[in-house]
């Protein structure tokens, strides 16, 4: 792994979702779906480690605000919802953890419908699925899977509407959302040599980086905390922007607070004001808030699902930067 690797990595995001968006034009990954439930399930089960599980998270709750009983679930966890007919289990690998997520498979193959996002065929967990869906995120050398992750959670997103959580629409509607996407990316990644620097000046502090987030995309902060973990190895931490006010103020009191805060919560006011308060400084994703120490705006980023999907890029060539700048 190197930050050369990564940032090759990142560049190619919007060619990824560009051939994503063309493939789902062409092809519904859910085409089986009908044939594998009858009904709408009782439980939905979706498991992952790591990236994989933040994107279930946000799938998990999307599910959710339509009714269904839907889970994310560690695959490590030693139990969870039972399995049989009424239950759908959803499993996303990105390469890593695959004895856990196999481990846990094992606990629902032959009683509940599997679907499993992964590389391809040849993934080890590719072999409990009922529906198998190709991630079609390329080779990602720095192995971070962060077009993986980024790939995973739009297929995700499908699913939920496949199941009603959002307006199923065609494959083409999708399509159009992805190339959003990949036009939001290219839109930060062409300007990263102006932006990068700045920010990472202003955000590198003594006490490592907080990432605030909605609930609805706390996916966001996880994702991009876990690049800056594991590509220059930072302390970065993570907090969704209602809670803040009852857990990470009490930080911003006794340290050298820095964070990112992706924009959208009805609470980003207070903690603006009371981060303020307390003489920390944060940089402000997706929209404009008032004692911003830096705003950064990308194309679509009214868009929920357009900021969900992007984002997290803001912490991964953050991550590039601080990586590039460690001694070997």
């Known amino acids: 792994m190197t930050a050369q690797r990564l940032a090759a990595d990142l560049a190619g995001k919007p060619a990824a979702l560009t051939e994503l968006a063309d493939h789902l034009a062409r ?3 859910y085409a089986a779906l009908p044939s594998l439930i009858d009904d709408e399930p009782a439980n939905v089960v979706l498991l992952g480690m790591g990236a994989s599980r933040h994107a279930c998270d946000a799938a998990a709750a999307r599910m959710r605000s339509a009714g269904l009983g839907a889970t994310a679930e560690y695959a ?5 919802v039972p399995g049989g007919p009424d239950t759908l289990v959803v499993a996303v690998s990105l390469g890593e953890a695959q004895h856990e997520i196999c481990a846990a498979l094992d606990r629902y193959a032959g009683e509940s419908a599997i679907i499993v996002l992964a590389d391809g065929p040849e993934s080890p967990v590719a072999r409990y699925a009922d529906v198998l869906v190709p991630l079609l995120a390329g080779r990602e050398d720095s192995g971070l899977a962060c077009r993986g992750y ?3 959670l739009a297929l995700l997103l499908l699913l939920a509407g496949r199941l009603g959580a959002v307006p199923a629409g065609a494959s083409g509607e999708v399509s159009v959302t992805l190339r959003r996407v990949a036009n939001a990316s ?4 062409e300007r990263a040599d102006t932006w990068v620097p700045r920010a990472a000046a202003l955000l590198k502090g003594t006490a490592g980086l907080h990432l605030v987030a ?8 996880g994702q991009a905390a876990l690049a ?4 220059p190895v930072l302390a970065a931490h993570t907090c969704e922007t209602g809670e803040w006010s009852y857990t990470d103020r009490y930080l911003a009191a006794i340290e050298d607070y820095r964070a990112v805060l992706f924009a959208g919560s009805r609470h980003d006011e207070r903690v603006a004001e009371h ?3 307390l003489s920390g400084s944060f940089l402000a994703v997706g929209g404009d808030v008032d004692g911003a120490a830096m705003s950064l705006r990308y194309l679509g980023d009214t868009d929920p699902d357009v900021s969900l999907l992007t984002e997290p890029l803001v912490g991964e060539l953050l991550a590039a930067h601080w990586w590039a700048g460690r001694p070997v």
């Open 27 to 29: 092809r519904d990954p």
């Open 76 to 80: 490590s966890a030693h139990g969870s």
């Open 150 to 152: 980024q790939h995973a």
């Open 186 to 189: 290219a839109d930060l990644l």
């Open 214 to 221: 909605p609930a609805e995309r706390l996916a966001s902060a």
């Open 228 to 231: 800056i973990r594991r590509g």
């Open 275 to 277: 981060l303020l308060q």
